[in-house]
């Protein structure tokens, strides 16, 4: 499987920002899809996920609310709408998938997808 994100860039606090991801190879055994971020010295940490089957959605705290993660799932791709952002939003953005079918507390957890994409830098100027 690859993933392959873009759609980073440089925006001002409060503007909107949409990345997206998209799967390719044996992308059927996929459960679950996410994205974290990772700010410059700081650890890489869970934003969104999506579980394929239903489309249930998962959020960490600091974006419920302006962080919206959402799935096409005849292009095999997955989005994050990022709005309202905010200085503290910026890092890179890094899409992950999961072939394992875990329990869904474990999906913030970066040890529980087997693919990740290179990321994508996303900069909110105050």
């Known amino acids: 499987v690859q993933l392959q994100a873009y759609g980073g860039g440089m925006v001002q606090a409060g503007c909107s920002l949409r990345l997206s991801c998209a799967a390719s190879g044996r992308t059927f055994g996929l459960y679950v899809m996410g994205w974290f971020r990772q700010a410059p010295g700081k650890e890489r940490e869970f934003v969104a996920a999506?579980?394929?089957?239903?489309?249930?959605?998962y959020y960490t705290d600091s974006v419920k609310g302006r962080f919206t993660i959402s799935r096409d799932s005849a292009k095999n791709t997955v989005f994050l709408q990022m709005s309202s952002l905010k200085p503290e939003d910026t890092a890179v953005y890094y899409c992950a998938a999961s072939s394992t079918n875990n329990a869904d507390y474990y999906y913030s957890a970066r040890w529980n997808y087997d693919y990740w994409g290179k990321g994508t830098l996303v900069t909110v100027s105050s």
């Open positions: 999506i579980r394929r089957k239903d489309g249930n959605t």
